[in-house]
């Protein structure tokens, strides 16, 4: 079994100078790496509207430098009822038959495929959740990318302990592994023909899990779109035909896009910026007159988003959405936009392949 080198911080209790689990309440930590806990430091949001201001340089990008660490507070939660979804009304009943109630292991969590890491403390959560008692390490960091065979996480204690929250452990960790992983290919892409664009994520998130899906997304390098409805005024295709409407009805005319922003406007605070979808350089038009914090310019060619890109001229931020791959996100960030949002980051993302080995038993 291969092992990291320069391990991270452990929880708990970690591997002692000989590359063993041992003991002790407390446990230490590697310098510089920060308690989950203790720092009480919130996670950065990547806020989209300042990619004009933050170019990125194509040799590091995707590389995130100061990850903050998730607060247990949003993850704890979901483990816990990932780990009752799996154990049900009985436990784990082979284990419970096969294994003997006193038999110790150790295991190593490790990458069976070479990836960006994230939720390797949502990982560990599951074994902690599950059986306190156990001896965890974390020989790796979110953020960071790895090769096949790297060991991410050392555990030791009650063999049907490590048994029972596997499952879990892998499924959480494999999955962010993999939105990481695709979000650094992605960003790495961009920013080789567009320093300044940024890759951003959608609420096209699995129920229950966008806090972590959007960590994912920025230890792989992306920035967030908005966490929620309540965060940030999006006005899209179906609020502009519904202002339309309205507009009509009462007897006014023009188009629903001024109408929306207005209406936008009047109702949130200073603080809340407003992007409007535009689908052509006319709705694009009556958004720049009115007045916005940002366009996403919806499913537009790449001749009509150079010339929407044209048309802005730097008076807000610019981003491209719908339908962008791996193979067409290159294209798009040429012709010069800010943003480029892509919505199977979180909803269609292959998991890295991740495994649980028991090294040892006794």
């Not at 590359?19 to 309440?25: E, I, N």
């Not at 720092?39 to 170019?55: E, Y």
């Not at 961009?190 to 959608?202: C, E, G, I, L, Q």
């Not at 309540?230 to 502009?240: Q, R, T, Y």
């Amino acid at each position: 079994m291969s092992r990291r080198q320069g391990e991270g911080h452990g929880h708990g209790r970690e591997a002692g100078p000989s590359g063993r689990l041992s003991g002790g309440p407390g446990g230490g930590r590697s310098e510089g790496q920060p308690d989950l806990v203790a720092t009480g430091r919130r996670s950065p949001l990547g806020d989209p509207f300042a990619a004009q201001a933050n170019p990125v340089d194509p040799a590091s990008a995707a590389a995130p430098t100061d990850l903050a660490p998730l607060s247990p507070l949003l993850y704890e939660p979901r483990v816990r009822a990932a780990l009752a979804e799996d154990l049900g009304r009985a436990g784990d009943v082979t284990s419970e038959a096969v294994v003997p109630a006193g038999l110790a292991a150790e295991a190593v969590v490790v990458a069976r495929a070479a990836g960006r890491l994230a939720g390797l403390d949502v990982a560990a959560a599951a074994f902690r959740l599950l059986d306190p008692t156990l001896t965890l390490a974390v020989a790796a960091r979110d953020g960071e990318d790895v090769e096949a065979g790297a060991v991410l996480l050392r555990l030791a204690g009650a063999a049907r302990s490590i048994l029972g929250a596997e499952r879990v452990a892998l499924n959480v960790l494999g999955h962010l592994c993999g939105v990481a992983t695709a979000t650094r290919d992605v960003a790495r892409a961009v920013a080789a023909v567009n320093p300044r664009a940024r890759v951003v994520d959608t609420r096209k998130t699995l129920p229950g899990l966008r806090a972590l899906q959007k960590y994912a997304v920025r230890a792989g390098g992306g920035a967030n779109h908005r966490f929620g409805l309540d965060d940030a005024v999006l006005i899209k295709d179906n609020h502009v035909a519904l202002a339309a409407a309205a507009r009509r009805a009462a007897g006014e005319g023009g188009g629903g896009v001024a109408a929306a922003v207005r209406a936008a406007r009047a109702a949130v605070g200073h603080l809340v910026k407003i992007e409007v979808e535009v689908d052509d350089l006319d709705q694009l038009r009556e958004a720049l007159a009115v007045g916005v914090d940002a366009v996403l310019l919806d499913n537009m060619d790449l001749t009509t988003l150079r010339r929407a890109v044209e048309m802005v001229a730097g008076r807000c931020v610019t981003e491209a959405s719908g339908g962008i791959t791996p193979d067409t996100a290159p294209a798009i960030a040429a012709t010069g936009v800010d943003l480029l949002s892509i919505g199977w980051l979180t909803h269609s993302v292959r998991s890295l392949d991740v495994a649980l080995d028991v090294v040892a038993a006794g």
